[in-house]
T-cell receptor
């Protein structure tokens, strides 16, 4: 079975901090995705990547950046955390092409104080 | 962005009851996926429907794709407490998936 592992289940940071969320998948998937999940808004795509060192903006990229230095690892970076970035963050991976079924991690619940 | 609206947003029923949740869009999708997300976990794929009018069954769950491939429904027969969770539909776009807003189902024993 595909395993997508997110480094933290819960994280508390302060406004203005630089925050790193890490995600690793073990199935050699080409595609990786970062979403945030908020009540009533569903899953919103922040960034995705089809290959190493490649990234594409999703629907809500403002305030975020990503890094994919290795195929199995996709990092989400909050450059200067703000309270409106408090949310559940979900990482997913899939085989090519990008519209294939996605395998999700268990999420990181991030609180920005 | 292609929007997928799900209804109802919340649903609380007694064990043994039947229910239907809906996923609607003004856009046409080449296929549609349904996921279930249990508390504290990420979404897990339940089924993919591809052809307009297609019906797929997964034990007590019946999934239907609309004829025009703009909408889908999920019907659960004799709901069990283990069906509790957030149900998400996702439409297949050119390069990624578009997720619906979700239906949070609670089945009371």
């Amino acid at each position: 079975d595909v395993k997508v592992t997110q480094s933290s289940r819960y994280l508390v940071k302060r406004t203005g901090e630089k925050v790193f969320l890490e995600c690793v998948q073990d199935m050699d998937h080409e595609n990786m995705f970062w979403y945030r999940q908020d009540p009533g808004l569903g899953l919103r795509l922040i960034y995705f990547s089809y290959d190493v060192k490649m990234k594409e903006k999703g629907d809500i990229p403002e305030g975020y950046s990503v890094s994919r230095e290795k195929k199995e690892r996709f990092s989400l970076i909050l450059e200067s955390a703000s309270t409106n970035q408090t949310s559940m963050y979900l990482c997913a991976s899939s085989s090519w092409p990008g519209n294939q079924p996605q395998h999700f991690g268990d999420g990181t619940r991030l609180s920005i104080l | 962005t292609q929007l997928l609206e799900q209804s109802p947003q919340f649903l609380s029923i007694q064990e043994g009851e039947n229910l239907t949740v809906y996923c609607n869009s003004s856009s046409v999708f080449s296929s549609l996926q349904w996921y279930r997300q249990e508390p504290g976990e990420g979404p897990v794929l339940l089924v993919t429907v591809v052809t307009g009018g297609e019906v797929k069954k997964l034990k007590r769950l019946t999934f239907q794709f609309g004829d025009a491939r703009k909408d889908s429904s999920l019907h659960i027969t004799a709901a069990q407490p283990g069906d509790t969770g957030l149900y998400l539909c996702a439409g297949r776009g050119a390069n990624n998936l578009f997720f619906g807003t979700g239906t949070r189902l609670t089945v009371i024993p």
